[in-house]
C-alpha cells in the first residue's frame, strides 16, 4: 500500500444513466473546429483538418453542480458539443474498430473564455488558460450506448433563445474517425472523454442565464452561470 505526503484528490466522476455506479473521468479531450460553418466563423479554413486541445479532468461540472462565471474574462462564450465516454483504450486504433471503445455519450458544453483565447491565438500561446479553467466542462449523465453513434439534432438556447442548431451527422470528422485520430497522439483508456467540437453559433453567457444544450437521442444539459 502506498502512503502520500497529502490525501490523493478524488476522481471526477459524471453519472450514468440507469447505473447506481459513476463514471470515472482520466483525461478530456477535446476536438476544435470539427464542423464546416463553425470553423468559417472562427476564421478557419474547410481543409485545414481538426485539431486536439485537453481540459484537466477535474473541469467537468456533471448535472447539479455549480457553474459560476469564470474570473479574468469579460467574454464567456457557450459551445455545445456531443461527448464520447470510451470503455476500453489503446494506440493506433483503426477506423473499423473504433466504436468497440465507446461506452456511451452525453451532452456537453466547451465553456471559453473568448477573449483569453483570442490573446493568446495572437500571441501564438497556448489555450490553457482559455479552456481549461475551473467548471469549464459542463456535461449531463452519460447514456450507455452500442452501435452507430448519434447523427441528430445537436442544439443550445440560452434563457430559451435558440443559439446553436445543426446536427451531429455534420460533423467534418465522425466519431469513430476522431478516436481513430486521438489514439495515434495519445494512448487512449478506460474512463477518457473527448468533446467531439461544436457547430455555428457560439457566443457570450452572462452571470444568471439559463443555458440548456441537448443532442436527439443522447439527453439534455442544464445549468444557470452563477456569481
Not at 476544435?32 to 484537466?56: I, L, Q, T, V
Not at 493568446?120 to 450506448?145: T, Y
Amino acid at each position: 500500500m502506498t502512503d502520500y505526503v497529502l490525501a490523493p484528490s478524488p476522481t471526477p466522476i459524471v453519472p450514468v444513466e440507469g447505473e447506481a455506479a459513476a463514471f470515472p473521468v482520466r483525461r478530456i479531450l477535446c476536438v476544435g473546429r470539427n464542423y464546416a460553418a463553425h470553423r468559417r466563423e472562427m476564421g478557419g479554413d474547410d481543409r485545414d483538418p481538426p485539431f486536439f486541445f485537453a481540459k484537466p479532468a477535474d473541469a467537468v461540472a456533471p448535472p447539479g453542480a455549480v457553474v459560476p462565471y469564470p474570473p479574468r474574462t469579460a467574454n464567456l462564450h457557450h459551445e455545445i458539443e456531443l461527448v464520447v465516454a470510451l470503455k476500453f483504450g489503446g494506440h493506433d486504433v483503426s477506423v473499423d474498430t473504433a466504436l468497440s471503445l465507446v461506452y456511451g455519450y452525453a451532452v456537453g458544453v466547451d465553456l471559453t473564455r473568448r477573449d483569453l483565447q483570442n490573446a493568446a491565438k495572437d500571441k501564438g500561446q497556448p489555450w490553457d488558460a482559455s479552456k481549461g479553467f475551473d467548471h469549464s466542462a459542463p456535461i449531463s449523465a452519460i447514456r450507455p450506448w452500442t452501435g452507430e453513434a448519434p447523427q441528430g439534432r445537436i442544439s443550445l438556447s440560452v434563457n430559451g433563445e435558440v443559439r446553436q442548431d445543426a446536427a451531429v451527422a455534420d460533423m467534418i470528422w465522425n466519431v469513430a474517425e476522431i478516436i481513430s485520430e486521438a489514439s495515434k497522439l495519445w494512448t487512449l483508456a478506460p474512463g477518457d472523454l473527448i468533446f467531439t467540437g461544436t457547430p455555428e453559433g457560439v457566443g457570450p453567457v452572462e452571470v444568471g442565464d439559463l443555458v440548456t444544450g441537448e443532442v436527439e437521442g443522447v439527453g439534455q444539459l442544464q445549468f444557470t452561470v452563477t456569481a
